[in-house]
């Protein structure tokens, strides 16, 4: 059954570092998302990617934060300048289309920033 | 603004019990609700998609409702068993493509 990846599944980075958490959607999907979960918070969206472009960011996701779809199956996200409160789970997820349609998730990167 | 409520937020069971999970929203406007569920520290499984326009969706021993104009819905677990043990995510998806999750409810199934 297709799945969707992320690498690596655990990061630890000093504060101020920049770190890139990577994805392989769904080979045939073509909306792709970031969502991060801080411990024993709720799942929260960060930022959604269509078409090349970012379609919908929340205010979580600041200049500090970018994405990008190097080639025709990597999603990534960097974090630039890293800090203490950027420890979460990041999630990527994706879906065949926006709407109506399913979306599925990774496994998670777990980003600790020390 | 959309917010997603989940009772209860933890469930200690004994196996075999039929259970049912609740999500609340605020907001009836939404395109989907999506059930996940999450083991520790692990990613999110997909466990049902209800569309705005349906009234339930099953599969094997899961059975999601949705009742748009209250902002509500179930999943009913029939026959719980220890390995159903995990914490269940609610999810809507409004007219923008982001998913908003509830709270989660962290269910227990002993043997």
């Known amino acids: 059954e297709p799945e969707v990846t992320q690498t690596p599944s655990h990061q630890v980075t000093q504060m101020g570092q920049e770190v890139i958490l990577r994805c392989v959607p769904i080979?045939?999907?073509?909306?792709f998302y970031w969502y991060r979960q801080i411990l024993g918070q709720k799942v929260e969206f960060l930022v959604s990617?269509?078409?090349?472009?970012?379609?919908?960011k929340s205010e979580i996701f600041d200049d500090q934060f970018s994405v990008e779809r190097p080639d025709g199956s990597n999603f990534t996200l960097k974090i630039r300048s890293t800090k203490l409160e950027d420890s979460a789970m990041y999630f990527c997820?994706?879906?065949?289309?926006?709407?109506?349609?399913?979306?599925?998730f990774g496994q998670g990167t777990r980003l600790t920033v020390v | 603004k959309q917010e997603v409520t989940q009772i209860p937020a933890a469930l200690s069971v004994p196996e075999g019990e039929n259970l049912v999970l609740n999500c609340s929203f605020t907001?009836?406007?939404?395109?989907?609700l999506q059930w996940f569920r999450q083991d520790p520290g692990k990613g999110l499984t997909s466990l049902l998609l209800?569309?705005?326009?349906?009234r339930e969706q099953t599969s094997g021993r899961l059975n999601a409702s949705l009742d748009k104009s209250s902002g509500r819905s179930t999943l009913y677990i029939a026959a719980s068993q220890p390995g159903d043990s995990a914490t269940y995510l609610c999810?809507?998806?409004?007219?923008?493509?982001?998913?908003?999750f509830g709270t989660g409810t962290r269910l227990q199934v002993f043997p």
């Open positions: 997820a994706s879906s065949m289309q926006g709407g109506n349609t399913e979306a599925f």
């Open positions: 080979s045939n999907h073509l909306y």
């Open positions: 990617f269509y078409n090349n472009e970012i379609s919908e």
């Open positions: 907001d009836s406007a939404i395109y989907n």
């Open positions: 209800i569309q705005s326009s349906q």
């Open positions: 999810a809507v998806k409004g007219n923008t493509d982001k998913l908003i």
